[in-house]
């Protein structure tokens, strides 16, 4: 499972540090490497473009909240439903 969109948080001595997906950051590396590979048909694995996620530091749990909210807002609906599908996939393949 691709953990691109990951989003964690930490808890601090005053507060937490939450790391959400950089989404255009994410985009523009996603373009680079569609363009990139060209037009000769196999796509090469692109080289590593660092950690493609933004910081914040939040007081309170409500703080947390929303921006977690304003990160999921941003990314691709069909990630969810493609990461969905390949979670259930993996679980009946566990069973």
Known sequence: MSDTYRVSIE???NGFEVTVPDV???E???KAAKKSSGKGGAELCSPYTGNMTKSYAAATVPDVIKIIEAALKSIPQQEFESAFAEASR???EED
Do not use: C, S
Request: aromatic letters at 0%.
């Open 90 to 92: 993996m679980a009946n």
């Open 11 to 13: 808890r601090l001595e």
């Open 28 to 30: 523009a590396a996603k």
């Open 24 to 26: 255009p950051a994410i």
